[in-house]
Structure formats: C-alpha cells, structure tokens
C-alpha cells in the first residue's frame, strides 16, 4: 500500500510518499536518522505492522520543513530517499 502525507496549495504539490510493503521489511529505519527535520515515526499501520510515517504536524508543512534538502535544480533525491535501503519513500517536487 502507498500511505501519502502531505498537501496541494497554490504554489504546488508537497508529498512525501511511502511504500508500505516495501518499509515493512526495512531493519535499519534509516530514515528516522537521517531526516534533518527529523519528520519521521514508526507508527504501527492497521495490519499491525511497524511503517514509517511523517509525523502529523509536519504534513502540512513539508514545503518548508523539507526546504533545506531539495536540490536547487532538478529533481534530486531528498536524504530520506537516499537513506532508504528498501526505495520505499519518493517525493513529489
């Protein structure tokens, strides 16, 4: 299952997407360490599994929060993505 958490306003879309199967999986939850803003939980899903999620008052405001990790150009992999042994983030700026 894909879990979306973010928002569309005027200037664009922000989401931060995560394969729930694939999280699932993951041992190391890397992305919680290497987040600067350090938006991730493990928060257990309806099927009782263990999955990273963003925590809840930063969704509405990953615009700002992720600023500092977008590339300047194109679109780049946030640390997030890199950090994720599985692929199982992907964002939509």
Known sequence: MIANYGYMDGSGEYYISIDTDKCIEC???????????????IMTDDYDDEVAAIKKD???????????????????ELPCQAGCPNDAIKHSW
Do not use: D, H, I, N
Request: hydrophobic letters at 30%; one cysteine or more; a positive charge.
């Open 27 to 41: 041992a190391s939850r890397a992305c919680l360490q290497v987040c600067p803003s350090q938006l991730f939980e």
């Open 58 to 76: 930063g969704r509405r405001s990953l615009k700002y929060l992720c600023a500092e990790c977008k590339p300047a150009t194109g679109r780049g």
